[in-house]
């Protein structure tokens, strides 16, 4: 790889950059060798969702430009709970819980970098490597001492929550700061990492962490930010129906990862592509232009869904995830394996669980289906909805009030897909 002299450009020719410190030292620090750049991801959970994928292909790009990153999963801070963004106290995981989301964002996190290419392969670390056999007396003597609490209520993270949380901040979350600060000071020390990139809330720690870098070891630091993900409504990037989009199959199934990039808003998709793909410039604005011209067609969040999916879940994700969407458009439902049928039922179709036989109008009112114009669900507009060939189960039309849902009829001898008109489906599980 050959170093990119001016990664800081390319990364704000696509948005993702919100905060820099010293730029222009910083790009010639860039242009002159070989650095090493690290993100930290708390582990809140027991996956990532696609708001850290921001983060990690940003450490990607980096990488591809020839620098070193490390991935710093929070098994320490993430005891301790950042209080950026948040209005109240974060509540405590279980030191058991900590460690298993460790073990799981440490595997998941890894898939996104190259750590067999040279001098510049990533690394990932865990912050309670370090953090644990600290004494309460170095923590306050070594590192403390060198934080003012003057200037620590200043930072805005600290101040929001004093001015709107009735309680304030207790010293676990205000000692979140110090942590993260001595994690840049380790890094720096022990990998020669000169560079820590976050979300812009994390602007205030990263600028902690430099100071306490050059306070100890004597180094001159950088900081990075990148802007915090909405959608052009200013919605929060990553929410579906209430959920979070996560990058764990388990948790969000390829065909629903897929269909939340295939469904992103028009005045998102090409923002998309340059932040959370690697599509080359020349088909980008190929995309761009096709979208401007004709945004009914799609073909640009149908690039998006398609690399973002592949990124995360590789070319079967993508192929099963293009074969449910083709075969709900096209109500060719006998050609979904029992697979794609367990990825519906795990979050891309509103599911009801049964046992034995169930009468379709029984279902059809049920699922929420048989809706009069008035809004009331009954047995009638069941009847009114199938007698009217309006429904389908399995991908064939029914027009008898008295069907019945037989295990013996069932795809793969557990699922029914029953539809109403073209696009109102509802899965059907023999428990």
């Not at 010293?171 to 840049?184: P, V, W």
């Not at 720690?205 to 070891?217: A, F, K, P, Q, Y």
């Not at 923002?271 to 979208?291: K, Q, S």
């Not at 929420?368 to 389908?392: C, D, F, M, Y």
Request: contains cysteine.
């Amino acid at each position: 790889m050959t170093t990119e002299t001016d990664v800081l450009g390319a990364l704000g020719d696509l948005g993702l950059l919100a905060q820099v410190s010293l730029e222009d030292e910083l790009k010639e620090h860039l242009a002159t060798g070989m650095r090493t750049v690290y993100a930290g991801f708390d582990p809140t959970a027991d996956s990532l969702h696609i708001g850290n994928l921001v983060p990690l292909l940003a450490l990607r790009r980096f990488q591809l430009a020839g620098h070193r990153p490390i991935l710093l999963v929070g098994g320490a801070t993430g005891m301790i709970g950042d209080p950026g963004g948040r209005t109240t106290e974060r509540e405590l995981k279980s030191v058991e819980d900590v460690k298993a989301f460790v073990a799981q964002i440490r595997v998941q996190a890894s898939r996104f970098l190259d750590f067999d290419c040279g001098d510049n392969s990533a690394i990932v670390v865990d912050n309670a490597d370090w953090t644990e056999p600290l004494t309460v007396i170095d923590f306050l003597r070594d590192i403390g001492k060198h934080f003012s609490v003057n200037a620590m209520i200043q930072k805005e993270t600290v101040r929001r929550r004093l001015e709107d949380d009735a309680s304030g901040i207790s010293y676990t979350e205000f000692s979140y700061a110090i942590l993260q600060s001595y994690d840049y000071v380790v890094l720096n020390r022990d990998y020669d990492c000169t560079i820590q990139m976050g979300g812009s809330d994390q602007w205030g720690n990263i600028t902690s962490g430099m100071d306490l870098v050059r306070r100890m070891e004597g180094q001159q630091a950088y900081a990075i930010t990148y802007p915090l993900m909405t959608t052009s409504d200013g919605t929060k990037f990553g929410k579906s129906m209430g959920n979070a989009v996560w990058l764990d199959p388990a948790r969000t199934s390829p065909y629903m990862f897929y269909q939340f990039w295939r469904n992103a808003a028009d005045a998102d998709v090409i923002r998309y592509i340059d932040i959370f793909t690697f599509i080359e410039r020349a088909e980008r604005d190929r995309l761009a232009a096709a979208h401007a011209a004709d945004p009914g067609a799609r073909e640009a969040h149908v690039a998006l869904a398609q690399a973002v999916t592949r990124l995360v879940h590789g070319d079967d994700g993508v192929t099963a995830a293009e074969r449910i969407s083709e075969a709900l458009f096209r109500n060719r439902l006998d050609e979904l394996s029992a697979a794609d049928l367990e990825q519906l039922a795990l979050d891309g179709l509103p599911t009801t669980l049964v046992s034995g036989e169930q009468e379709l109008v029984q279902v059809l009112v049920d699922a929420g289906l048989a809706v009069t114009p008035r809004g009331e669900v009954t047995i009638g507009q069941a009847r009114k909805l199938i007698g009217s060939n309006a429904v389908s189960v399995n991908g064939e039309k029914v027009d008898d009030v008295d069907f019945r849902l037989t295990p013996a009829a069932a795809l793969h001898g557990r699922y029914h897909v029953v539809q109403k008109g073209k696009k109102n489906h509802h899965l059907v599980v023999l428990n």
